[in-house]
């Protein structure tokens, strides 16, 4: 669906708990130019790594999934019970546990200016 979007140059935020590195592979792959010779654009696939140590996700866990997952009540819970593979070179790197929410957007958004995605200002607009 952000494919669709983003065919329509309309900017598409999703947000994912994508453990496995192949899957991510697959979503930046859908982003690839199609044609077999290049002759299609490639449409701009920016991972942004939120990364958060599981401490602090525990800590902030308002349905208490954390704690139940380590009670063995939920099978198969990313970062407890089932593996989680960081991304090897993600376009932004976010460090919620360090950062505000609004530095937060103010690094996605400097990153879109810097790759000409986004015309310079937009912070203003966004916050």
């Given at each position: 669906v952000?494919k669709?979007?983003?065919?329509?140059s309309?900017?598409a935020l999703t947000?994912?708990i994508?453990?496995?590195?192949?899957?991510?592979k697959?979503?930046?792959?859908?982003?690839?130019p199609?044609?077999r010779?290049g002759?299609?654009d490639s449409i701009?696939?920016?991972?942004?790594?939120v990364?958060?140590?599981?401490?602090?996700?525990e800590?902030?866990?308002p349905?208490?999934l954390?704690?139940?997952a380590r009670a063995?009540l939920?099978?198969d819970?990313?970062?407890v019970?089932?593996?989680y593979?960081?991304p090897?070179?993600?376009?932004?790197?976010?460090?919620t546990?360090?950062l505000?929410?609004?530095?937060?957007?103010?690094k996605?958004?400097?990153?879109?200016?810097?790759?000409?995605?986004?015309?310079?200002g937009?912070e203003?607009?966004a916050?």
């Open positions: 952000a669709l979007f983003a065919d329509s309309t900017i947000s994912f994508s453990p496995y590195l192949a899957d991510r697959i979503a930046r792959d859908l982003h690839a199609a044609g010779d002759s299609d701009p696939f920016i991972e942004v790594y990364e958060i140590p599981v401490e602090v996700a800590k902030r866990d349905k208490g954390y704690k139940k063995g939920i099978r819970f990313t970062g019970s089932a593996p593979e960081e090897e070179s993600p376009e932004v790197r976010i460090r546990d360090q505000s929410v609004e530095e937060s957007v103010a996605i958004i400097e990153y879109l200016e810097s790759q000409g995605l986004l015309e310079r937009a203003e607009k916050c």
